[in-house]
């Protein structure tokens, strides 16, 4: 991949909680518009991962960079005008606003007032929220909240939006509904990086899956090729 087709190159990431080494010498370089899957078993680093990659731990090791420019240091709202969005594994909406503010939010800390109500219905409409613009994140459905955080997520338009878990806890249906806004997020040109469980789901989305296990990134590959590989069928599948 040359330079000028990466969006994001994360080297040598790595965490420690205390003696823990929870993610050692990661490198993962994605391009723009790039469909990823991350997978591993439970515990195996990868929200530490996104954490590191979006500020929310500001501490780590090794060099992240966003389209070229270094992420090390900087603040989530900061790396966020740089165009790297996430989700949460536990929506955290504001309780007591209504579902516009709740996108209009990251409109105006980012200094975008004056259209922001404008820009936070249109990502209503993309995750088909609108009509619910008034309403309490409470009086949503689970799956409603999960679009909920895809849209406050996908506010500032961000180059890459990192889904950590969006489908958990969700029906056939529902999960269907969230795999169709990801790919039309892809298709107007957000990378994305999602983080599954559901194996269904990361393989019907993803184009490249890296798998984690024990901290350590040990497949990195087109899906079929890395599942079927043996050290991924041992420590990610069970099977020996
Ligand atoms: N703030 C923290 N303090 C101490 N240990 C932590 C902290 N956050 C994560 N860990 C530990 O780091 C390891 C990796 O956790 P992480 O949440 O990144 O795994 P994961 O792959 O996202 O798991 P899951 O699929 O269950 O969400 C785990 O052993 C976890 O207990």
Same mark, same amino acid.
């Given at each position: ?11 040598? $990431? ?9 993610? !050692?010498?990661? @490198? ?10 991350? #997978? &591993? ?10 954490? /590191?990659?979006? +500020? @929310? ?21 900061? *790396?966020?005008?740089? +165009? ?7 929506? !955290? ?9 709740? $996108?209009? $939010?990251?409109? %105006?800390?980012? &200094? ?10 249109? /990502?209503?409409? !993309? ?28 506010? %500032? ?17 529902? #999960? @269907?509904?969230?795999? %169709?806004?990801?790919? *039309?997020?892809?298709?107007? &040109?957000?990378? $994305? ?15 490249? %899956? ?9 497949? @990195? ?18 099977? !020996?």
């Amino acid at each position: 991949m040359s330079d000028a087709d990466v969006l994001l190159r994360a080297e040598g $990431v790595g965490k420690r909680f205390g003696g823990f080494v929870a993610l !050692q010498g990661v @490198d993962i370089t994605l391009r723009a518009g790039e469909r990823l899957g991350l #997978i &591993g078993p439970n515990g195996s680093g990868k929200s530490t991962f996104v954490n /590191c990659i979006s +500020g @929310d731990f500001a501490q780590h090791d090794g060099r992240v960079t966003l389209g070229g420019a270094a992420l090390n240091g900087l603040k989530p709202h900061r *790396r966020a005008r740089l +165009g790297l969005a996430r989700t949460f594994q536990l929506p !955290q909406p504001f309780n007591s606003l209504s579902v516009l503010e709740n $996108v209009r $939010v990251p409109l %105006l800390f980012s &200094g975008q007032s004056g259209s922001a109500t404008a820009r936070a219905m249109h /990502c209503l409409e !993309q995750v088909e929220l609108a009509a619910k613009a008034e309403k309490l994140p409470r009086e949503l459905t689970q799956v409603e909240q999960r679009r909920l955080e895809l849209a406050r997520a996908i506010a %500032l338009d961000p180059q890459l939006l990192i889904a950590d878990e969006a489908m958990a806890g969700l029906s056939h249906a529902e #999960i @269907d509904q969230i795999l %169709l806004l990801l790919r *039309r997020l892809n298709a107007a &040109g957000t990378a $994305v990086i999602m983080i599954e469980h559901i194996m269904r789901a990361v393989t019907e989305f993803a184009e490249r %899956l890296v798998v984690f296990v024990a901290g350590r990134k040990i497949a @990195d590959g087109e899906p079929r090729a890395v599942l079927s590989m043996p050290e991924v069928e041992g420590a990610y599948l069970g099977k !020996q």
